[in-house]
């Protein structure tokens, strides 16, 4: 948690309308951001993984600094002053992620102290967004239900070694992760197709902030790949986290990965952003 005296200041309960205000004015940029903020915001834990630079009633920039670290809406001289305090202090997030330009100018500040320990640098993440047409999905795609958490957590694991690429069982033995599937799960936020009991295809709304669901999580089983399987579901989920959910539906995707970029343009999504993940 950051100390008052200067322009770094924790985020308060008192403050929380102006910090998610101030957060709102790019909510499919600062989705993950915005949603934990909104989450944990009455509580005292907002001050210990939310600072603003700047003044209380007016903020130059939101930084979150839980499991992740965050900058959200943030003026050039605020992204010095977080890279300035982060740098003096021990590295405990897991990964940086935000926008391109912001996290580029407070890494800056960080590089020196935090850079050996990167596992590794994706620069170039395009934030897509689904367009108001989408193309008519053909596929059995539908909301996971309680009970259905066996099937489901096998598929998660394996989107998790791929994607991030650490195991998510390490540690505590999953357990953690496995609270993570269930909740989503009951909170009707995981949309799967199942065939013999096997998932082959599942997404999460992983985040919900204003008017933005952003998708996380997508994977197909491997031996379902490159049949349409993909394709045909993206433009369900769509359909469907809009009745569900909220009406602007996003994701985050690696450059170099050109099937999932196919698979998403074919679904009707466009890029409006660009994001950067630095993992530890």
Do not use: C
Not at 15 to 37: E, K, S
Not at 48 to 64: I, K, N, V
Not at 211 to 232: C, E, K, L, N, Y
């Amino acid at each position: 948690m950051f100390r008052r005296g200067g322009r770094v200041r924790a985020v308060r309960p008192a403050g929380l309308d102006v910090a998610i205000a101030h957060a709102l004015r790019d909510p499919a940029t600062n989705a993950l951001a915005g949603a934990r903020l909104r989450d944990v915001g009455r509580s005292a834990s907002v001050a210990q993984e939310f600072s603003l630079a700047g003044d209380e009633t007016r903020p130059d920039g939101l930084l979150w600094h839980g499991v992740n670290l965050s900058p959200m809406s943030a003026t050039g001289l605020a992204l010095g002053e977080f890279g300035r305090f982060l740098s003096a202090r021990n590295r405990r997030a897991s990964s940086v992620v935000g926008d391109r330009a912001a996290v580029e100018a407070m890494w800056q500040h960080l590089a020196p102290g935090w850079g050996p320990d990167v596992r590794e640098y994706r620069w170039s993440q395009p934030l897509l967004s689904a367009q108001d047409e989408v193309m008519s999905g053909a596929s059995q795609l539908r909301a996971a239900l309680p009970g259905e958490e066996r099937a489901v957590f096998p598929a998660a694991v394996a989107m998790f070694r791929e994607e991030v690429g650490i195991d998510p069982l390490l540690g505590d033995g999953g357990r953690s992760y496995r609270t993570r599937i269930d909740d989503l799960i009951h909170l009707g936020r995981t949309y799967v197709i199942i065939e013999d009991g096997e998932v082959l295809f599942k997404a999460d709304v992983g985040a919900l902030f204003g008017p933005v669901a952003q998708i996380h999580g997508v994977w197909v089983r491997p031996d379902q790949r490159g049949r349409g399987v993909g394709r045909a579901a993206m433009a369900d989920l769509v359909r469907q986290v809009r009745r569900d959910h909220a009406p602007q539906v996003t994701l985050y995707v690696n450059d170099f990965n050109e099937p999932a970029r196919r698979a998403y343009a074919a679904a009707g999504f466009h890029q409006i952003g660009e994001l950067t993940t630095i993992l530890f």
